[in-house]
Structures are given as C-alpha cells and as structure tokens.
C-alpha cells in the first residue's frame, strides 16, 4: 500500500515537472535589447505613422513569438510593401514590391520562422470578418534602428504587418487603420 502511495506521488510530481517544462519551452521571452539612434535627416519613413527611432531609447528584441495555434492572437499593424512604402527594401520572401492593393503580410520573426511561411498564404481575423493574405516579408524582431530596417524599432514578436488591401477587407475604417488585435491561422 506504501509503495502505490510513493508511486502514485512520483507519478504526480513527474507530470507536473512535465507541464513545466512544456510551458517554459512554449514561452517566448525578450532575447536583448538594442540602444536607439537618430535617423539621418530624410532616412525614417514614416508613412502609416511608422515609429522611427530615438536616440538611445532602448528596443526590446526576441527570437521567438508565441506559439501558433489554430487561432494565434496578434497585433496587426499596417505597411506599405510598395516601392518607396514604410516597408524599405523589397519583400524577403521574393524580392520583389507588392501593392497595396494587394492582400499581404509580414510576420514576426518568430512567426516568419526562418521563411517557412514565405509565399504562403494565412487567414486573418478581425472586426467581424476574416481575409487571406500571402506572407511575403518578415517583422524583423530581432533587428532594427539601422538602415537596412529604415531606421524603425524592431518588431514586437507578436506582429502580423499588414497591407491596405489586408485592412480593407476587414472592414476597418481608415481613420481606424494601424493597430488591431485580430487572430490570424495558417491558410
């Protein structure tokens, strides 16, 4: 009787240590932090009401972002991802400028997950409705302040960058346009 009591004890401890250590791998916390500079005079779009950043403010950054799951919470924000837009460069994923009349995205870098998710698509949810939408770019969460990143604060890790024509379909009105909670799923 004793040792069904000790085994029965183990077990629980054992599965609970189980669950720990499954929470913990699932976290996402800060990986660093980068000190802000001032842009050069003409150098931080700010198209959208993009932030730019500030000398020696300090910019969490992350590695990670928060599991995916069928129905993944998140910020969208909005960006331009049309030659000379907020988004700077050309999309990651293809090299190539998209229009803001069409549906695309950016993901966080944890998200974004090393291009995996590149040229396919994902359901955003949000205001009542829900649109399809190609990854194209990613959010850069672990970079940012510099040129190569239009002299913009990295992302936050739970970021789906969004075009116009992604807003649109979600009904939003303009006044309303660059943050939403929404949830987002592979397509």
Not at 154 to 160: A, G, L, Q, R, S
Request: charged residues 20%; contains cysteine.
């Amino acid at each position: 009787m004793m040792n069904i009591r000790k085994v029965a004890s183990l077990a629980v401890l054992l599965i609970l240590a189980a669950q720990s250590s499954e929470a913990r791998l699932q976290s996402c916390n800060p990986s660093g932090k980068i000190r802000g500079i001032t842009p050069p005079k003409g150098q931080c779009n700010q198209e959208n009401d993009s932030d730019c950043c500030k000398a020696g403010e300090l910019y969490t950054t992350y590695k990670c972002s928060p599991p995916v799951s069928g129905n993944t919470k998140a910020h969208l924000t909005i960006n331009s991802f049309q030659k000379g837009g907020d988004g700077g460069g050309p999309s990651e994923c293809d090299n190539q400028y998209h229009s803001d009349d069409t549906p695309v995205v950016a993901l966080s870098t944890g998200w974004y997950s090393g291009g995996s998710r590149c040229l396919k698509n994902v359901v955003v949810s949000g205001n009542g409705r829900s649109v399809t939408a190609m990854v194209v770019d990613e959010c850069d969460s672990t970079m940012g302040c510099d040129e190569d990143h239009d002299y913009q604060p990295p992302c936050p890790n739970n970021i789906v960058d969004a075009s116009k024509a992604v807003w649109k379909a979600l009904g939003v009105p303009e006044d309303n346009w660059g943050d939403l909670d929404i949830t987002w799923s592979d397509a």
